[in-house]
């Protein structure tokens, strides 16, 4: 059964840093690409960043690029987003999602298969 579970989200001035985590179980991790994605109320699930298989082959939204980091460990099955300088138009859910193995587009939602729960981040002014 595969399980993503994402933690570390909260409340932060703008700013502020924030690191989520995502843990993955149920699929050969170190095959699959990894995205993190957000929505914000009233609006749509958002690219944000993601990370291939390969390695160094990471791709970033325009709107983080330069602030927000995403990386992994294949040891401890684990994806991670570090945000920094974040700002009141960061607030939203961010989601923790795997795609199929050997995935090659990543920038959007409908390549990925398997989803967290969700974690909230919200930035205050």
């Known amino acids: 059964q595969v399980e993503l579970v994402e933690s570390g989200g909260g409340l932060v001035p703008a700013g502020g840093s924030l690191r989520l985590s995502c843990v993955a179980s149920g699929f050969a991790f170190s095959s699959n690409a990894m995205g993190w994605f957000r929505q914000a109320p009233g609006k749509g699930r958002e690219f944000v960043a993601a990370?291939?298989?390969?390695?160094?082959?990471?791709y970033y939204a325009n709107s983080v690029k330069g602030r927000f980091t995403i990386s992994r460990d294949n040891a401890k099955n684990t994806v991670y987003l570090e945000m920094n300088s974040l700002k009141p138009e960061d607030t939203a859910v961010y989601y923790c999602?795997?795609?199929?193995?050997?995935?090659?587009?990543?920038?959007?939602?409908?390549?990925?298969?398997?989803w967290g729960q969700g974690t909230q981040v919200t930035v205050s002014s």
């Open positions: 999602a795997a795609c199929p193995p050997h995935t090659m587009i990543l920038h959007t939602a409908e390549s990925y298969e398997y």
């Open positions: 990370i291939s298989w390969i390695p160094g082959t990471i």
